[in-house]
């Protein structure tokens, strides 16, 4: 059996479980106060470890989602509410930490590698059109002198790719350092992991950033607003920063963008692997009224009014999760 029939036969059952599942289930009713899922995954290949999710575990995860109403956008789209769904489906946020090289690869003609995420993803969104890849990759640049996806000779062709299919490109840090224990070091990892990402796409609006390990530097505020400038002589350049958003790593849905007190710059995640997003495609499924569902209309960020305690998804077994 050649290489390509091994992996296209597996995706298959994907899709057709994909197609059933989603002829099963009815149309959730309109809520637009209800919470959504920000997923967030690092690693992938043939099993499913801690920070490592299995090729055909995210085959699953996509058809689950898919079955279940859910519908793709960036991070900025839903941070801002810039985005319209058809009514019943519910936006999910799908980012990638530490642009590490199965995320996406190329071969070395340069062309997509089957044997990367992203190429999965464009394999569902064939048959499923409606499920974009709009995924949100937050790079480290300089992390363990791989570069971006560990790839440097097609960074920059990678970055434009996942621009080009409606994905978002997003800050890590150069380094995934520890802002905290980091201290005035915290700017210059802020300031170079922009640096670098504004020099693979010029005039490229970088919109969020991802906290490493889940911590906030001192003060939280750098996190999304700031500026470094790099005090080495003969390479003077001053880099600054204001994100929509910021995203920790774990443990729990996001509150809706529509709700006023909305905040952006405290963003919960859900870890991709088992149990955690089982765990909670299940919670919403077992509760629909505490999830985000669209009414098919385009809504402004915080044009509702403050969400009631009662209605907030506050256990389905959260869990303290530090790594990102």
Not at 194 to 205: A, D, F, M, V
Request: proline fraction near 8%.
């Amino acid at each position: 059996m050649t290489l390509r029939v091994r992996w296209i036969l597996p995706l298959l059952g994907t899709l057709l479980v994909a197609t059933l599942m989603s002829a099963a289930q009815p149309a959730p009713r309109p809520n637009l106060r209800g919470e959504a899922m920000i997923l967030v995954y690092h690693r992938f290949g043939d099993t499913d470890h801690r920070w490592t999710r299995a090729w055909s575990s995210f085959d699953h995860d996509l058809a689950h989602l898919y079955a279940d109403g859910y519908r793709p956008v960036t991070l900025h789209q839903y941070v801002t509410g810039d985005f319209v769904l058809p009514a019943g489906t519910s936006p999910v946020v799908i980012t990638f930490d530490d642009s590490s090289d199965n995320q996406l690869k190329f071969t070395a003609d340069g062309k997509l590698d089957p044997n990367c995420a992203v190429a999965h993803w464009v394999a569902f969104a064939r048959t499923h059109p409606d499920f974009p890849m709009h995924g949100v990759f937050f790079l480290n640049s300089g992390y363990k002198h791989k570069l971006t996806f560990a790839q440097p000779e097609f960074a920059q062709r990678k970055l434009q790719m996942i621009v080009q299919m409606g994905g978002e490109i997003g800050n890590h840090t150069l380094t995934h350092a520890d802002l905290k224990t980091q201290g005035a070091i915290a700017a210059r990892e802020i300031g170079l992991g922009q640096y670098e990402i504004n020099q693979l796409l010029p005039g490229y609006q970088i919109h969020s950033f991802a906290l490493p390990f889940g911590i906030y530097p001192n003060p939280q505020s750098l996190s999304w607003q700031g500026e470094w400038t790099n005090p080495k002589p003969g390479a003077p350049h001053q880099v600054s920063w204001k994100y929509d958003a910021v995203v920790k790593v774990g443990a729990g849905p996001a509150a809706s963008p529509f709700v006023a007190g909305f905040d952006p710059v405290h963003l919960p995640r859900i870890q991709a692997f088992d149990p955690e997003i089982d765990r909670w495609l299940a919670y919403f499924e077992k509760h629909p009224e505490r999830r985000l569902v669209s009414d098919g209309q385009r809504h402004a960020a915080g044009s509702l009014a403050a969400e009631a305690p009662a209605t907030r998804a506050t256990h389905a077994g959260k869990s303290a999760v530090r790594h990102g």
